[in-house]
């Protein structure tokens, strides 16, 4: 792990950094300069000379790293990316708890939970570390991007442990609200349990038949509404998954041949654009309770958010 970064978050996010021979056997033994060795490092996307003329890299003490400093083994560099261009995900964070610990909101649909890939600015960790001005905030579990509802957070690294440790042991009972067509020959309440798998780089999750099942959901219907456009009938499913496995419960109603409405990959993986907000995944975390790993408290933390979901069109 690297020393205290000199640089402070921008936008929420902390710099980057990197280490000379930091474990890479197949560069050559040296440089003659840093800027040598940070054209080598870097991507071509990164326009090194304009960091380096503009002093956007920096050593551990602060001080810029000029182009012609000669090259220095086991040497920590940091600096701040370009970010890309991003389009504002519709819909607000609502904060429903807050004190020492932890933080609590609810998500809208198509904001990220962690800054990643495409998703770096429209994500919630960027977006409130920069509105509650807490630079240590990081969810203690995560919600699809599509996904909508509770998302519980720390707010310093020093409490993550004992709650990330609450939920990697099934100490926290969760319940999700579903919509979803209705079958008449479908027998509910039921348990579904099966074998899921979700490949790194690979969109779907897919279900291993003849495999110990890993994930395990209550699925119930709440009530039924009225029928959709097409006059196919709709119901409100309650649903408690015991595990947490990627897609879980999207792809556990797919499998009693209910998939939830406005999903973009199951059954068919849909031609969405990342910009396209029209259609909302109606799937939303409803509850979070438990026991308080730190002092016992029992907890409990609800949406706020009216289901079904509607595509949200308030500012941030």
Known sequence: ????????????????????????????PAWATMREWLHYRLPENVEVDTFLDTGRFVYANGEAVRGEDGYRSNTFIWFHRDLPVETPVPGKIRVIHRDERIVVIDKPPFLSSIPRGRHVRESVVVRMREELGLPELSPMHRLDRVTSGVLMLATEQRWRAPYQTMFMRGEVQK??????????????PTVVRNHLIKERGIMNAEIVPGVEPNSESLVELESEITPGPD????????????????????????????PIAGDPLYPVAQDVAVDDFSTPLQLLAHTLSFSDPIDGTERHFESTRPFPLTAETDAR
């Not at 020393?3 to 990197?18: K, T």
């Not at 319940?175 to 509910?188: H, K, N, Q």
């Open 175 to 188: 319940v999700y609200r579903a919509l979803a067509g209705i079958r008449e020959d479908l027998v509910l």
């Open 1 to 28: 792990m690297p020393p205290r970064s000199p640089l402070p978050q921008r936008l929420g996010l902390d710099a980057a950094w990197l280490r000379t021979n930091d474990g890479d056997r197949s560069a050559p």
């Open 231 to 258: 006059g196919a009938r709709r119901g409100i499913y309650k649903l408690s998954p015991r595990t947490g496995k990627t897609h879980q419960l999207r792809m556990h109603l797919w499998s009693l041949g209910i």
